[in-house]
């Protein structure tokens, strides 16, 4: 790629790079604004829940609602950490045709499971079930290192979420995981959620998921919609085509990532009771470069492509 053309591509991309940098500055500014925390003037789901955890039976190691709290914090920040990575890996020098979709992978699985546990309004028995039921999923995948430490470790978190749902009168399946009345959400319908859908496995998110999924794992079927075939040179039998990534593209996925994390964002304020005004204030920069995004792609301008 000549210097021309990669100052071409970076200015086409320049309105997806600011677009995520004014959103992470306008979640920055609420998490410091609240210094992380529940506001406690506010009756809000996570202080209200707080105020009752002493109400579920069990240990007193089994914190569930301080877990869940944990939990939809961490996930949010990870979000946002892994949609800057998205925009950092897609704007170097040289260009990245793929590593930049792992990291898009990541945000939107967390962001949509973000979305889940943060719902506004729900039961706060189902959420501290969805709680541990995220914990559950995490000790399962512990125990698949073969590590003893860590199978030991999976061994004492289902122990404890199996005697605690049990004090707590919650029917527990770690075959089918469930725990109560909830079902941990699979990947694909909590994108779709998260994205506006009603969870519809068939939705265009999980379409979206299923390609990056793919193009993470390194399977071909994905990797091989990089290649341009419109500039395709024969050579005897086989055909040698060049890797592309457009500034479309990069667009288009931006703009889907930066939608999920608005959703699972104002589901996260609603849930700590951070002041709605000031957030949906702060994301006017966002909004702009979403509108703009949809009437670039719409007339196919600003193509670009690396």
């Not at 920055?28 to 925390?37: A, I, M, P, S, Y």
């Not at 050579?235 to 593209?249: F, H, K, N, Q, R």
Request: charged share 20%; net charge negative; with cysteine.
């Amino acid at each position: 790629m000549t210097e021309a053309s990669l100052r071409d591509f970076q200015e086409a991309i320049r309105p997806a790079v600011e677009g995520v940098e004014n959103f992470r500055f306008a979640c920055t500014t609420v998490l410091n604004r609240h210094d992380r925390k529940a506001v406690v003037t506010a009756r809000c789901p996570a202080m209200t829940e707080l105020q009752n955890q002493s109400t579920y039976k069990g240990t007193k190691d089994n914190q569930p609602v301080d877990n869940v709290v944990s939990m939809i914090r961490l996930l949010a920040e990870a979000g946002n950490d892994a949609l800057r990575a998205v925009v950092v890996l897609a704007n170097t020098d040289p260009v990245f045709i793929w590593a930049h979709l792992p990291s898009a992978r990541s945000a939107l699985e967390t962001f949509a499971y973000c979305h889940w546990l943060a719902e506004c309004p729900l039961d706060p028995d189902r959420r501290v079930q969805r709680g541990l039921l995220m914990q559950l999923e995490d000790a399962k995948e512990l125990a698949r290192f073969g590590i003893e430490t860590f199978t030991n470790q999976s061994q004492k978190t289902k122990a404890s979420i199996q005697a605690f749902s049990e004090a707590n009168e919650w029917p527990v399946s770690f075959t089918k995981m469930t725990i109560g009345r909830e079902v941990l959400i699979d990947t694909k319908p909590a994108i779709d959620l998260v994205v506006g859908g009603t969870g519809d496995i068939h939705g265009l998110a999980p379409q979206l998921w299923s390609y990056l999924s793919g193009a993470s794992h390194g399977n071909p079927y994905a990797l091989l919609q990089s290649a341009d075939r419109t500039g395709g040179v024969i050579e005897g039998p086989m055909i040698t085509v060049p890797l592309v990534v457009e500034a479309s593209t990069i667009h288009n996925l931006t703009a889907t990532l930066i939608l999920a994390g608005i959703r699972a964002w104002g589901m996260t304020c609603r849930y700590f009771g951070w002041d709605d005004e000031d957030w949906r204030a702060s994301l006017t920069p966002v909004r702009e470069y979403l509108d703009w995004a949809h009437e670039a792609l719409r007339t196919h301008t600003n193509p670009g492509v690396a």
